[in-house]
């Protein structure tokens, strides 16, 4: 390998790995495979009576990093030894242990180098799979950190310090997005693969800069802290980041036939703004589920009004609602007329545009509004009391 795999790399020749090994090998090549440990145990063999023995020729084999082949004679002189030959498993240039045949070493020899070079691939894969699996987890745990930052246990500059050892760098802006999976504690991958793994794959093909950040944070819930641009193209549209989101959850969709959601924070340069661009991507699918529930994609952006109505508490909120729609609130259409004056005051009290939000013709949208009219009266006149008749339809909402 061309990178030192640390300090415990030799670690990853295990008991079981060393006797599935073995144990395949030996039943393919016809003859009795072992495989010791770096201090020459046995720890891996077809003839499991071998296992926990001391094998002598592995000590001399693994200090010289040379073969050695013992015939009958030579095998009686060694503990543990019997006739064949005894080859270095090497990794990274060093002897993680060894793997030996046993039989007469000019019948065994031909298969040394196969079964020493077979198992030494091995062992390699197992490496990166726990490397992998580790970057995994120290991955996690720096997500988790940035967006449950708290200056009173960390500083910036130390996850600074730790995300610029796995090769990102905190300084540049960077956007929250959630993907939550409906249904998360049912699903499976399709092709029986791991879940997890294979959400985790698919959300990086989708989100592929280097820059990145990609975790899971919980069951059937995954944390992008995407790469952008120092500014935005617009306040409520960060450029590319809905589109991003609309192409992840259609993947998912269309690969794996899963349902999923996606919640979009603010624009962050910093440590802390990271965290609140996380809770906002957070506040984002909590709203957007609730009041935009045809929608796979929520922004922030677009539920900032709902997000304060959401921290004021429930009675306060209830109260006013009630100051406002109280009558309306009573007619068996109210989830209609509720569904009107917000989309009516979002589009700038605009006929026309109104009237295309929510796909029904003008003459429509004016009844609708007529009748607001009569039961609200002079409550509906003025710019502030429409404002608030808004906000109270939002309320209202909220606490369906």
Same mark, same amino acid.
């Given at each position: 390998?061309?990178?030192?795999?640390?300090?415990?790399?030799?670690?990853?020749?295990?008991?079981?790995?060393?006797? #599935?090994?073995? &144990?395949?090998?030996?039943?393919?090549?016809?003859? /009795?495979?072992?495989?010791?440990?770096?201090? +020459?145990?046995?720890?891996?063999?077809?003839?499991? +009576?071998?296992?926990?023995?001391?094998?002598?020729?592995?000590?001399?084999?693994?200090?010289?990093?040379?073969?050695?082949?013992?015939?009958? +004679?030579?095998? !009686?002189?060694?503990? &543990?030894?019997?006739?064949?030959?005894?080859? $270095?498993?090497?990794?990274?240039?060093?002897?993680?242990?060894?793997?030996?045949?046993?039989?007469?070493?000019?019948?065994?020899?031909?298969?040394?180098?196969?079964?020493?070079?077979?198992?030494?691939?091995?062992?390699?894969?197992?490496?990166?799979?726990?490397?992998?699996?580790?970057?995994?987890?120290?991955?996690?745990?720096?997500?988790?950190?940035?967006?449950?930052?708290?200056?009173?246990?960390?500083?910036?500059?130390?996850?600074?310090?730790?995300?610029?050892?796995?090769?990102?760098?905190?300084?540049?802006? !960077?956007?929250?997005?959630?993907?939550?999976?409906?249904?998360?504690?049912?699903?499976?991958?399709?092709?029986?693969?791991?879940?997890?793994?294979?959400?985790?794959?698919?959300?990086?093909?989708?989100?592929?800069? $280097?820059?990145?950040?990609?975790?899971?944070?919980?069951?059937?819930?995954?944390?992008?802290?995407?790469?952008?641009?120092?500014?935005?193209?617009?306040?409520?549209?960060?450029?590319?980041?809905?589109?991003?989101?609309?192409?992840?959850?259609? /993947?998912? *969709?269309?690969?794996?036939?899963?349902?999923?959601?996606? +919640?979009?924070? &603010?624009?962050?340069?910093?440590?802390?703004?990271?965290?609140?661009?996380?809770?906002?991507?957070?506040?984002?699918?909590?709203?957007?589920?609730?009041?935009?529930?045809?929608?796979?994609?929520?922004?922030?952006?677009?539920? !900032?009004?709902?997000?304060?109505?959401?921290?004021?508490?429930?009675?306060? !909120?209830?109260?006013?609602?009630?100051?406002?729609?109280? #009558?309306?609130?009573?007619? $068996?259409?109210?989830?209609?007329?509720? *569904?009107?004056?917000?989309?009516?005051?979002?589009?700038?009290? /605009?006929?026309?545009?109104?009237?295309?939000?929510?796909?029904?013709?003008?003459?429509?949208?004016?009844?609708?509004?007529?009748?607001?009219?009569?039961?609200?009266?002079?409550?509906?006149?003025?710019?502030?009391?429409?404002?608030?008749?808004?906000?109270?339809?939002?309320?209202?909402?909220?606490?369906?």
């Amino acid at each position: 390998m061309s990178q030192g795999l640390g300090p415990g790399w030799h670690s990853a020749l295990t008991p079981a790995l060393a006797q #599935e090994i073995a &144990g395949d090998t030996s039943a393919i090549i016809g003859f /009795n495979v072992l495989i010791t440990d770096p201090d +020459g145990v046995v720890i891996g063999s077809g003839d499991s +009576g071998r296992i926990g023995s001391f094998h002598e020729a592995s000590v001399e084999v693994m200090r010289t990093l040379q073969a050695a082949a013992h015939t009958v +004679g030579q095998a !009686r002189l060694l503990r &543990g030894v019997r006739p064949g030959v005894t080859l $270095p498993i090497v990794i990274d240039g060093q002897a993680a242990g060894t793997v030996g045949i046993t039989g007469a070493p000019a019948q065994v020899r031909r298969f040394g180098l196969v079964v020493q070079r077979q198992t030494e691939i091995l062992l390699q894969e197992s490496l990166l799979l726990r490397s992998h699996l580790l970057r995994e987890r120290v991955l996690e745990d720096l997500v988790r950190d940035i967006a449950h930052f708290d200056a009173d246990l960390v500083t910036p500059d130390e996850l600074a310090l730790r995300a610029g050892e796995l090769g990102y760098d905190l300084g540049v802006p !960077r956007t929250a997005m959630l993907l939550e999976l409906e249904d998360a504690a049912t699903a499976v991958a399709p092709d029986g693969h791991n879940l997890r793994s294979t959400l985790l794959r698919l959300i990086r093909e989708t989100f592929a800069s $280097p820059q990145d950040l990609v975790a899971a944070v919980a069951a059937g819930r995954f944390a992008v802290f995407h790469r952008g641009p120092a500014r935005p193209a617009a306040v409520d549209d960060p450029p590319g980041v809905r589109s991003l989101g609309r192409v992840l959850v259609d /993947n998912v *969709q269309r690969r794996l036939g899963l349902s999923a959601r996606v +919640g979009i924070g &603010g624009l962050a340069a910093s440590v802390p703004e990271l965290r609140d661009s996380y809770e906002d991507a957070k506040a984002a699918l909590r709203l957007g589920s609730r009041t935009r529930p045809a929608a796979s994609v929520h922004s922030i952006d677009e539920l !900032r009004v709902h997000q304060l109505l959401a921290a004021v508490p429930h009675r306060v !909120r209830r109260r006013f609602a009630e100051t406002y729609v109280a #009558e309306l609130c009573e007619r $068996p259409d109210w989830p209609v007329l509720r *569904q009107t004056i917000t989309v009516w005051t979002e589009h700038g009290f /605009n006929l026309v545009r109104t009237a295309a939000a929510l796909n029904i013709h003008r003459n429509t949208l004016v009844y609708r509004l007529d009748k607001i009219a009569r039961r609200e009266g002079d409550r509906a006149d003025g710019d502030a009391d429409r404002l608030a008749l808004y906000l109270a339809c939002v309320a209202d909402h909220l606490d369906d």
